[in-house]
């Protein structure tokens, strides 16, 4: 039998990247004593002035699940983790596609949901909209808007002369509410300024994504203090048959039976 002259592929993570876990994980390779696999993060390249991870790092789409698993093959990818957004619904579904396409290991790395605490009062939507209707329908006033500065345009008409509070890392771009302020800031957040930040503006309703995590949570615990209803966006499901994990130390764990 002629034996085979394949070169085997020396491995390669790609993370598509964007959130702390990413860069935690990159992070966690990168110091390990002997090495580890080349590792690529991925970022969309939404926020003007990113912190990078160690590594390599491209800025940029891939053009659909096509794009994505044509990269994969070209740059001998043995290994895909998906730490985006929990929200960034497209490029997980793209990256399963692409995983599948390219036969490349998949693994979304996902942070565990907020869950409602004793005093919470937490209504649940399926969407911006959802939440733009659920405002008007409550009867709130003043609402802190913390769901990014993307998706605004669902909050852009029929405010019915309520105000908003919108927070995020970069300015954001109309569509937008009419009566509006931006406050740019990024995370993570203390207790004592969140606090401040429902007292000074005289907040009477918090919108925020189900995007998990500690950075940004204090928020809930600063309106249950305050006695505010909070209207939260449930998360998208990540793709059917992807693997998940939800620290880096556990995505670690998977890549030592991946890799």
Same mark, same amino acid.
């Given at each position: ?23 935690? &994980?990159? /992070? !966690?390779?990168? =110091?390990?004593?002997?090495? +580890?696999? %080349? ?5 969309? @390249? #939404? ?80 969407? &911006?909209? /959802? !939440?733009?209707? =659920?405002?008007?329908?409550? +009867?709130? %006033? ?5 769901? @990014? #500065? ?110």
């Amino acid at each position: 039998m002629t034996p085979s002259t394949e070169v085997p592929r020396s491995p390669h993570l790609l993370i598509l990247g964007g959130t702390t876990e990413a860069r935690r &994980l990159a /992070e !966690a390779i990168a =110091a390990r004593p002997h090495g +580890g696999p %080349r590792v690529t993060t991925s970022l969309a @390249g #939404r926020v003007a002035r990113p912190t990078l991870p160690p590594g390599e790092v491209r800025i940029g789409g891939f053009g659909g699940p096509e794009g994505l698993a044509d990269w994969l093959r070209a740059h001998r990818v043995t290994a895909l983790i998906d730490a985006t957004h929990p929200f960034a619904a497209t490029i997980s579904f793209n990256a399963a596609r692409a995983a599948a396409s390219a036969h490349v290991p998949l693994l979304a790395l996902r942070r565990p949901s907020w869950t409602p605490a004793d005093g919470d009062n937490w209504h649940g939507v399926g969407s &911006l909209e /959802e !939440a733009a209707d =659920a405002l008007t329908t409550l +009867g709130a %006033r003043r609402v802190f808007l913390t769901t @990014g #500065r993307t998706g605004l345009s669902a909050f852009a008409g029929g405010d019915g002369g309520m105000w908003f509070l919108v927070r995020s890392v970069d300015a954001p771009e109309p569509p937008y509410p009419a009566r509006m302020e931006t406050l740019l800031d990024r995370g993570p957040f203390t207790l004592a300024g969140e606090r401040e930040v429902l007292r000074r503006y005289a907040i009477d309703v918090v919108v925020t994504k189900d995007s998990g995590g500690e950075a940004t949570a204090p928020k809930l615990t600063a309106a249950r203090e305050a006695g505010l209803l909070v209207v939260v966006v449930r998360r998208p499901p990540v793709p059917k048959g992807v693997t998940e994990a939800a620290t880096p130390a556990e995505a670690l764990a998977w890549l030592a039976r991946h890799m």
